[in-house]
């Protein structure tokens, strides 16, 4: 393809949906370059060459909104299976559900409390810190859910998840901690829920399926041996920009820091391990935060193996360079060099930053996808013009 109209660097959910909003709205011919072998980002999904079972490639990946928009958008691309997430916690031996419902505290508590004396003992509980300000995650913890509850299931698995001791970990790492006092241990509150019926991966190739759409994978932007290098392309040509922001600078403010999983893959010789999707670790002594058994995502699929299985392993580390970002940090240095990045950012002629790397946040999905429906109501028509 000659040059294109528009070039997206990064072929994840935010690209993948300013390039078909490009195209059908504008007509534009576009380029999508990833470095990765594939579309879709931290979306995509294959399957497991041993047993035919769909596995998330980067961690598991549920899709919920409650955006009418989102979902009528996500839905021109792929059908929805009715899946519904639901999550176990192990602790000391014993499983529980989460998040932490009336359930969980009659469980723990070895009790039969309505919901009405469960709020009363939670308040009671969380009552130890009353009147002063919590000076660390731990004490916010206890203030929000009382001790017995906070420490059996969130400080340990915080502290794995930051490789930290909360007592370490600033009080604002957490806002609440919701307690459900019903019964009620659906994950997700979104009025919208479900997996992609044929797979992530199909979902997210339809979205490129365009003869407008030129897709370049194992293309890295700042490979300046690939014709659409960023030095080639600054200030020349209209780009939407979705890699990491202080890569895109050369990290000359400094790195922002992420923290990243690693996921450790086994086969079994079972046709079900863990009888659910993912189990969490509350406990320290087990040095994973969960196991995710990707064959529990799709209940409907009748050709899983019924006497194998993979699960994956799921271990929480700080990002280092080279790493994977996963998870933004956050610190409060991380959020000046954020600000100072994004008044280079503003500066730059002709290159929109979007997306969970472009703009250092959490996204999820139905989030990197209503912020690029924005992005492409509100700037891309003087992008495609400029
Ligand atoms: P994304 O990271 O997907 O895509 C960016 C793309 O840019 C990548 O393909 C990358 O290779 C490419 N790129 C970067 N630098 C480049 C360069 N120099 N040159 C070329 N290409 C470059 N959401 C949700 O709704 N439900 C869930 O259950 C989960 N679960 C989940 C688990 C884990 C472990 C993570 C990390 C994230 C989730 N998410 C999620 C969030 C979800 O992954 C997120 O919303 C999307 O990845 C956002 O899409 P983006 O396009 O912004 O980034």
Redesign the pocket.
């Known amino acids: 393809m000659s040059t294109p109209d528009l070039l997206i ?8 949906t300013i390039a078909e909003r490009a195209v059908a709205e504008h007509g534009a011919r576009v380029t999508i ?4 072998p594939h ?6 999904s294959e399957a497991d060459e041993q047993t035919g079972i769909e596995v ?1 490639k ?7 909104t409650s955006n009418e928009r989102v979902w009528e958008y996500v839905n021109r691309f792929t059908e929805f299976t009715g899946y519904q997430h639901k999550v176990y916690t192990t602790h000391q031996g014993e499983v529980f559900p989460m998040p932490i419902n009336l359930g969980t505290v009659n469980q723990f508590f070895r009790s039969a409390h309505t919901p009405e004396q469960a709020r009363a003992l939670i308040a009671e509980q969380a009552g130890e810190f009353a009147g002063k300000d919590p000076e660390n995650l731990n004490d916010k913890g206890i203030s929000l859910i009382g001790r017995p509850l906070y420490e059996a299931f969130i400080k340990n698995y915080t502290g794995k998840q930051w490789q930290t001791d909360p007592k370490d970990l600033p009080a604002s790492i957490i806002s609440r901690l919701p307690v459900r006092y019903t019964y009620n241990n659906r994950y997700f509150s979104d009025t919208h829920e479900g997996l992609p019926a044929q797979g992530y991966t199909a979902w997210l190739e339809r979205m490129a399926d365009h003869p407008n759409i030129d897709v370049q994978l194992d ?4 490979d300046t041996s690939q014709p659409l290098n960023r030095d080639a392309v600054r200030g020349n040509l209209p780009v939407v920009y ?3 922001m202080d ?1 895109y600078f050369d990290f000359e403010l400094g790195e922002l820091g992420w923290r990243t ?1 690693d996921l450790e893959t086994e086969h079994l010789d079972v046709g079900d391990f863990q009888g659910t999707s993912v189990m969490n670790y509350a406990d320290a002594e087990t040095p994973f935060t969960r196991i995710i058994e990707p064959r529990h995502f799709h209940p409907e699929r009748t050709h899983y193996p019924s006497d194998r299985t993979v699960i994956q392993r799921e271990y929480s580390r700080f990002a280092e360079s080279g790493d ?1 970002p ?2 933004p940090i956050n610190s409060g240095r991380d959020r000046e060099r954020l600000l100072a990045y994004r008044r280079l950012a503003d500066a730059e002629p002709r290159t929109l930053f ?5 703009t250092y946040q ?7 996808i209503g912020s ?1 429906l924005s992005m492409a109501d509100n700037k891309l028509t003087d992008l495609l013009r400029a």
């Open positions: 660097v990064g072929s994840g959910l935010f690209g993948l370059i990833d470095r990765r579309v879709g980002g931290n979306a995509y998330h980067y961690g598991a990946h549920l899709f919920h293309t890295d932007y700042f979705t890699g990491p890569r999983i994977e996963y998870y979007g997306g969970r790397l472009g959490y996204l999820d999905m139905h989030m990197a690029a």
